[in-house]
């Protein structure tokens, strides 16, 4: 029983344009929500997170938004850049990690 | 040094061989986290040590055998393994284990079992 999932297995954005990750959750106890990418050959890397009590969190190109109501997240990034190209898991604070969406960003 | 290091980085064994996977960080972080990930699949938890003792065990089969000699290190000792056990091994670290914090992730170790 998958408790959060990226519906989306795949997305492709052109450079500069906007990139919208989307996750879904069932279970309403989760606390906290992480987002990390992973290249390949790497460990996944922490982008950015939001807590249950805000609705939106910013850092830079990134921004993370929280709809509770619909247990939905989304991450935007924007503008894209080549190097966005990863596979990207949303996680939650239960340490269970989402289907993942592998991004890429073409010129 | 915001790095955890992982080693081997490659690892091939036989069902009936005993090996061990090794985590590194020094970072000060007081728990630390096993993960296995399958290709095309999210990581799965397997072990959490917080404060150097077990605290999360998730159900894992006792051919994987965890250690934590000190803050610093986590061993995953195996032990006639499966096929199926073939896959990404991913080493973690955070400065606590409440889940809140982020994460730092080893670059994994790649199991084959033959």
């Known amino acids: 029983d998958q408790q959060v999932k990226q519906n989306s297995p795949s997305l492709s954005v052109q450079e500069g344009r906007i990139s919208i990750l989307n996750c879904d959750y069932t279970?309403?106890?989760?606390?906290?929500f992480l987002w990390y990418k992973k290249y390949p050959a790497e460990g996944p890397t922490f982008l950015i997170s939001?807590?249950?009590?805000?609705d939106k969190n910013e850092d830079g190109r990134f921004t993370v938004f929280l709809n509770k109501s619909a247990k939905h997240l989304s991450l935007h990034i924007v503008p894209s850049q080549p190097g966005d190209s990863a596979v990207y898991f949303c996680?939650?604070?239960?340490?269970?990690f989402g289907t993942g969406t592998r991004l890429q960003v073409f010129p | 040094d915001t790095e955890v290091t992982q080693t081997p980085k490659h690892l091939v064994m036989g069902m009936t061989n005993k090996k061990s996977l090794k985590c590194e960080q020094h970072?000060?972080?007081?728990?630390m986290y096993w993960y296995k990930q399958k290709a095309k699949k999210p990581p799965e938890l397997m072990f959490v040590?917080?404060?150097?003792?077990?605290?999360i065990n998730e159900s894992v089969p006792s051919r994987f055998s965890p250690e934590c000699p000190n803050s610093s290190l986590l061993n995953l000792h195996l032990h006639a393994l499966q096929p199926e056990d073939s896959a990404l091994y991913l080493c973690?670290?955070?400065?606590?284990?409440?889940?809140?914090?982020?994460?730092?992730f080893g670059p994994g170790t790649r199991l084959t079992v033959t």
């Open positions: 973690a670290s955070s400065q606590d284990p409440t889940g809140h914090l982020e994460q730092y």
């Open positions: 279970n309403s106890m989760f606390d906290y």
């Open positions: 939001i807590s249950s009590i805000k």
């Open positions: 996680a939650t604070d239960k340490l269970i």
């Open positions: 970072m000060g972080h007081r728990a």
């Open positions: 040590y917080s404060y150097e003792k077990l605290s």
